[in-house]
């Protein structure tokens, strides 16, 4: 499959099930503590180094990002899905939120202060996501941070699995964690948490930056 065609079936995919994924997601963080205390120590780093915005790319229809800016940054949400970004304008009007590819995002270079990537990146193919990371990597202002979600996997090879929208990937978090540093990133933490009893894999976030310039 190529990138074109893996971008095609994901916006596809997500605008079939949109209205679905919306009732079914959009309170997830009220049972997720260990998600919220992350997002608001990346809140927190955004706003002390006040570099620009945070961009969440992947949102859906919304609602971490209406988490993350009720938290202190000023954060705008990005998504292949039109149908997505039409229940995110719906549900969060005073919030931005904008159709586009992650791996070629609208966006000048340095003009963000940081990014949220909560599994978006899963459904990317394997030998895209260094073009995609060094897209982040270009919109992220010196000393910007990364926060990327995903499932967790031992295999250091990405692993295809089942996922009830479209085809994604497991990753173990030290093969990821390789990937961002040849982009040009440094690790500041990680998490990986077992799964609950309505989840199958572990889930794991990998919280990074772009390095100051010399």
Known sequence: MTASSAVHDTRTAYDAVAPLYAELFSDMLDTRPLERALLAAFAELVRDHDAGPVADIGCGPGHVTAHLSALGPTTFGVDLSPAMIALAREAHPYLRFDEGSMSALDLADGVLGGILALYSIIHAEPQAL?????????????????????????????????HKVTLAYRWSPDSLAELLRQAGFVEVARLVREPREDERFQQAHLLVRKPQEP
Request: glycine residues 12%.
């Open 130 to 162: 260094p073009a995609v990371f060094t897209e982040f990597r270009r919109v992220l202002a010196p000393g910007g941070h990364l926060l990327l979600g995903f499932f967790a996997g031992d295999d250091p090879l990405p692993r295809e699995f089942d």
